[in-house]
């Protein structure tokens, strides 16, 4: 099956928000797997780039720039349509495609309200100015979400050691996000723990 699909370069904001899971109905429609609870960021973009599956069948090479006509939710999954892929088999065509879109492209938030994908690698200071590291990753624990924070140590014997502290992204312990200078600062000390 040839995608019709343009070859594209892909953006140097591009975040991977999603995969192609497989083709929904017959008229080109397909199932979106999204990696973010709240897809706006592909309801909201036009412009979709897709890289090859990392595993499994590869049917194109490159990157690919997807026109979207229409995405919307359904059932808990997004299904979408785009220019050129007009009926199932050009659907099947994209299974296990993964999704980039700008991050300019994404939905503004509001005050008070971050993308995860913005807050990966801030320094991470509490109040007294010390350094607790970087944030490596955020995980949702339900009721709340969780910086996991990683800095560099060294173990009893003087050896270099990657420090890990988990610190709850609540206002309780959080004073403030500064985007701008990459920092979040925060009411904790490096010896606590979760």
Not at 35 to 57: I, Q
Not at 125 to 139: C, D, I, K, T, Y
Not at 149 to 161: A, Y
């Amino acid at each position: 099956m040839n995608l019709i699909l343009e070859a594209a370069e892909l953006p140097e904001d591009a975040i991977e928000v999603g995969r192609i899971a497989d083709a929904w109905g017959i008229k080109g429609w397909f199932k979106v797997l999204p990696y973010s609870a709240d897809p706006e960021a592909l309801f909201s973009s036009k412009r979709w780039y897709l890289l090859p599956a990392e595993k499994g069948a590869k049917t194109f090479s490159g990157t690919l720039l997807m026109k979207v006509r229409e995405a919307k939710d359904h059932s808990g999954t997004v299904v979408a349509t785009a220019q050129d892929v007009d009926d199932r088999n050009a659907a099947e065509a994209l299974r296990g495609a993964r999704i980039f879109i700008s991050r300019q492209s994404f939905p503004s938030v509001g005050a008070d309200e971050f993308y995860w994908v913005d807050l990966i690698g801030l320094d991470v200071v509490n109040r007294e100015g010390v350094n607790l590291g970087q944030v490596a990753e955020l995980m949702s624990t339900g009721p709340q979400t969780v910086l996991v924070i990683r800095s560099q140590g060294v173990d009893d014997k003087g050896q270099p050691k990657t420090l890990e502290c988990m610190i709850p992204f609540v206002a309780n312990f959080v004073d403030g996000v500064e985007l701008a200078a990459r920092r979040i600062n925060v009411d904790w000390l490096p010896d606590y723990s979760v």
